[in-house]
T-cell receptor, first 115, second 116 residues
């Protein structure tokens, strides 16, 4: 079955430190990949997406993600975390084709930022 | 641009009553809207795909008679939880597909349903 896994339920970092959130997928073929951020009272906001091409994807708010086919991973990174980055982050995938638009989400990673 | 709203943001109802949740795309037309359910400390689970003017497509295990979805216009989809029970308490989130954005969905802020 198709699935998305985020191994880390909760991550705590200090402000200014670097960040990496892990995401692994299990699909027959490479899916379309997304990272979303969810803040309380806010809808999920798209940080970045990967469809094809360059495996290093730049997103909003200084985030980037790297697609690694050999590891079936799409990890999210940020070189220097800000307190405002504290939120829950979701990795998601879509198989495309007849599954157009149907997102499968990972379990989410809650990010806490210490001052 | 590409804003999706949901109403209400929070609703508490008695067991056995029905609750309607609205999802609107405010500044774009959405051919397709999606409804998700998010359990506490769990991920989002797709419930159904809603296309304007046609019947919704439900995911396996989702009761279509319990969760009625109507997509009457290109900017409005509604989810009605019929004869709600405490186990229906959850966070319901809608999203809308922006034509031409290919596979990018814009999400509403969610509706917290509590059934007493």
């Amino acid at each position: 079955a198709q699935s998305v896994t985020q191994p880390d339920i909760h991550i705590t970092v200090s402000e200014g430190a670097s960040l990496e959130l892990r995401c692994n997928y299990s699909y027959g073929a490479t899916p379309y990949l997304f990272w979303y951020v969810q803040s309380p009272g806010q809808g999920l906001q798209l940080l970045l997406k990967y469809f094809s091409g360059d495996t290093l994807v730049q997103g909003i708010k200084g985030f980037e993600a790297e697609f690694k086919r050999s590891q079936s991973s799409f990890n999210l990174r940020k070189p220097s975390v800000h307190w405002s980055d504290a939120a829950e982050y979701f990795c998601a995938a879509n198989a495309g084709g007849t599954s157009y638009g149907k997102l499968t989400f990972g379990q989410g990673t809650i990010l806490t930022v210490h001052p | 641009g590409a804003v999706v709203s949901q109403h209400p943001s929070r609703v508490i109802c008695k067991s056995g009553t029905s609750v309607k949740i609205e999802c609107r795309s405010l500044d774009f037309q959405a051919t397709t809207m999606f409804w998700y359910r998010q359990f506490p400390k769990k991920s989002l689970m797709l419930m159904a795909t809603s296309n304007e003017g046609s019947k919704a497509t439900y995911e396996q295990g989702v009761e279509k008679d319990k969760f009625l979805i109507n997509h009457a216009s290109l900017t409005l989809s509604t989810l009605t939880v019929t004869s709600a029970h405490p186990e229906d308490s959850s966070f319901y989130i809608c999203s809308a597909d922006l034509a031409g954005s290919y596979n990018e969905q814009f999400f509403g802020p969610g509706t917290r349903l509590t059934v007493l």
